[in-house]
């Protein structure tokens, strides 16, 4: 990887500000642009086994969380968007500023990546989701193995006047412990399927080798 030096901007808060279900629950039009947006969703994970996750990934790096960013709107500016009810294509997200340590899968030659995770509170608006399986955020200074792909807010911009910066979204995270192990599995969904069931704890390097064992293997039919 050859990252390029740019000037970004600093994360302000060590610990992401997630909140709970939004008040009132549900995304609920209403022709006044005035009032409060309120949507909360929330997401069953269907679980899969890792080598399908490497995969179906289309980046997946190493990276140390840095912080975050307060809660923004997917607006070309990070503002309310004149009446954010109806058809409004924007909502609220989480920044989070990452410092790429290695690549694992993909292509990426920047120093560091944005994460934008789903939901917030800005004043009275409020966006939230819940998803049965780890996605990512974390403490700050923390590493992660990040299973990433295009966040779908594509006129969001992370980075100010630079173009090369765009935000993705957390598939699948991984926390790398202080001694520097990986646990991979167990996963388990609503729908019974159950897979690296017991768990495997590896040093990060193994895993980063057995990623690339996956990526260099020939195509196999798709898996859970």
Known sequence: MTARAVIAPSPTLADPPFVGACPGGGRHPTPSPDAPYVWSIAVEGVARSFAARVRAAPLILLVVA??????????????????????????????ERTDVVAVAKGSYDLSQLYVAYFGGRIGQDCASGSNSLYTGGGPIGARFLYLLAPAGYPEATPVPDDRRYRFYAVTRSYPVSPEGMVTIGPEHDIMGYHYDDPPRTLPVGDVLAEIAALVAAPATPPAR
């Open 66 to 95: 840095p912080g975050y960013f307060p809660a923004r709107w997917t607006t070309p500016d990070g503002t309310r968007p004149a009446n954010p009810h109806g058809g409004n294509p924007y909502t609220i997200i989480i920044p």
